[in-house]
C-alpha cells in the first residue's frame, strides 16, 4: 500500500496531475463552503486542502502513517495532519463527525465498503461526505486500462494513471451510497481533455473542458459525489421557540353609532 501511496503523490506532482487536482480543489472549496456544523475531517491527500473554503470551528486532516512519512515535494507547502488514521478505523464516536472529505480514499483503501461502513458510523444523522475519484469510464480510464493490457503480454510498457487499486465508477459509487443509506445530492464530472502528458498539449486542448462539460458529461476525467447521511424514521424536531403556543391576540371594541 505505501508504493500505491507514493506512486499516487508522484502522479499528482505530474502536468496531467496537477491539471486535475486544481479541478479538484475548485470542486472542493464550492462544495464545502455552505455545509454548516461544528467538526469536519478530510481523509488522505495531503496536497488537497478540501477544508479550506469551510467555516465549521473544528476541521482536521488525517493522514495514514505512509502518506505521513513521506518527504514532501520541492517548493510545496507542508501540511501537518491533525491525528493519524485510516478510512476504516476512524477515532472517533459514532454520529459526531458532520462533514467527511475521501479524497481519493478509497481508491487506496484496502476495503472501500469497509472505509463507507465506517464513514457512515461517524457521521451525524443529515451529515454529509464528499467524495472524489478516477472514472474508468473517461479517455483517460481507457488509456489506463490499453496500458494494462499491453503489460499483459508485452515487458515494459508505462501506465497513465497510478497504479491504484481499482476505479471506483460514479454508477458504483452511487450504489454502495444507497445501500448506507445515503441520498446522493449531488454528481459532478470534470477534466475532459484528452490523456496527454505534456503541459503544452494540455493547454491546448483547454477547449474541450467547456464541451465536455455540455455534451459528454459523464465521460469527464474525475467525479465528485456529495451524499446525505439519512436516517429512516428520524423526524427533525423544531426549536423551542417555535413549538411554543403563541399568544391569541386581544380584542378591541370598536364603538359603533346607534340608529335612530
Same mark, same amino acid.
Given at each position: 500500500?505505501?508504493?500505491?501511496?507514493?506512486?499516487?503523490?508522484?502522479?499528482?506532482?505530474?502536468?496531467?496531475?496537477?491539471?486535475?487536482?486544481?479541478?479538484?480543489?475548485?470542486?472542493?472549496?464550492?462544495?464545502?463552503?455552505?455545509?454548516?456544523?461544528?467538526?469536519?475531517?478530510?481523509?488522505?491527500?495531503?496536497? +488537497?486542502? *478540501? /477544508? #479550506?473554503?469551510? !467555516?465549521?470551528?473544528?476541521?482536521?486532516?488525517?493522514?495514514?502513517?505512509? %502518506?505521513?512519512? $513521506? &518527504?514532501?515535494?520541492?517548493?510545496?507547502?507542508?501540511?501537518?495532519?491533525?491525528?493519524?488514521?485510516?478510512?476504516?478505523?476512524?477515532?472517533?464516536?459514532?454520529?459526531?463527525?458532520?462533514?467527511?472529505?475521501?479524497?481519493?480514499?478509497?481508491?487506496?483503501?484496502?476495503?472501500?465498503?469497509?472505509?463507507?461502513?465506517?464513514?457512515?458510523?461517524?457521521?451525524?444523522?443529515?451529515?454529509?461526505?464528499?467524495?472524489?475519484?478516477?472514472?474508468?469510464?473517461? +479517455?483517460? *480510464? /481507457? #488509456?489506463?486500462? !490499453?496500458?494494462?493490457?499491453?503489460?499483459?503480454?508485452?515487458?515494459?510498457? %508505462?501506465?497513465? $494513471? &497510478?497504479?491504484?487499486?481499482?476505479?471506483?465508477?460514479?454508477?458504483?459509487?452511487?450504489?454502495?451510497?444507497?445501500?448506507?443509506?445515503?441520498?446522493?445530492?449531488?454528481?459532478?464530472?470534470?477534466?475532459?481533455?484528452?490523456?496527454?502528458?505534456?503541459?503544452?498539449?494540455?493547454?491546448?486542448?483547454?477547449?474541450?473542458?467547456?464541451?465536455?462539460?455540455?455534451?459528454?458529461?459523464?465521460?469527464?476525467?474525475?467525479?465528485?459525489?456529495?451524499?446525505?447521511?439519512?436516517?429512516?424514521?428520524?423526524?427533525?424536531?423544531?426549536?423551542?421557540?417555535?413549538?411554543?403556543?403563541?399568544?391569541?391576540?386581544?380584542?378591541? &371594541?370598536?364603538?359603533?353609532?346607534?340608529?335612530?
Amino acid at each position: 500500500m505505501s508504493d500505491e501511496i507514493i506512486g499516487l503523490h508522484r502522479w499528482f506532482d505530474s502536468p496531467p496531475g496537477r491539471y486535475l487536482l486544481a479541478w479538484e480543489q475548485q470542486q472542493y472549496d464550492e462544495l464545502v463552503a455552505d455545509i454548516f456544523g461544528y467538526h469536519a475531517v478530510q481523509l488522505g491527500m495531503s496536497g +488537497l486542502q *478540501g /477544508l #479550506r473554503a469551510n !467555516r465549521m470551528p473544528h476541521r482536521w486532516l488525517a493522514l495514514g502513517l505512509e %502518506e505521513s512519512r $513521506l &518527504p514532501p515535494e520541492p517548493g510545496a507547502p507542508v501540511p501537518a495532519p491533525d491525528l493519524l488514521a485510516y478510512p476504516v478505523a476512524l477515532p472517533f464516536d459514532a454520529a459526531s463527525i458532520d462533514l467527511v472529505l475521501l479524497p481519493h480514499a478509497l481508491e487506496l483503501s484496502v476495503d472501500p465498503h469497509a472505509a463507507l461502513r465506517e464513514v457512515e458510523r461517524v457521521l451525524v444523522p443529515e451529515g454529509r461526505v464528499v467524495i472524489s475519484g478516477l472514472n474508468p469510464w473517461s +479517455l483517460w *480510464g /481507457l #488509456r489506463q486500462r !490499453r496500458a494494462r493490457l499491453y503489460q499483459r503480454f508485452h515487458a515494459g510498457g %508505462e501506465l497513465y $494513471l &497510478p497504479d491504484v487499486g481499482e476505479f471506483i465508477a460514479p454508477g458504483r459509487m452511487r450504489d454502495w451510497l444507497r445501500l448506507l443509506n445515503f441520498e446522493v445530492d449531488s454528481l459532478s464530472f470534470g477534466c475532459y481533455r484528452p490523456a496527454v502528458g505534456q503541459t503544452r498539449w494540455l493547454d491546448r486542448f483547454d477547449w474541450m473542458d467547456g464541451l465536455g462539460a455540455r455534451w459528454w458529461p459523464i465521460l469527464g476525467a474525475a467525479y465528485t459525489v456529495v451524499a446525505v447521511k439519512r436516517v429512516h424514521g428520524m423526524r427533525l424536531m423544531a426549536p423551542p421557540w417555535r413549538a411554543s403556543p403563541q399568544p391569541a391576540a386581544a380584542t378591541v &371594541p370598536v364603538a359603533q353609532r346607534r340608529r335612530r
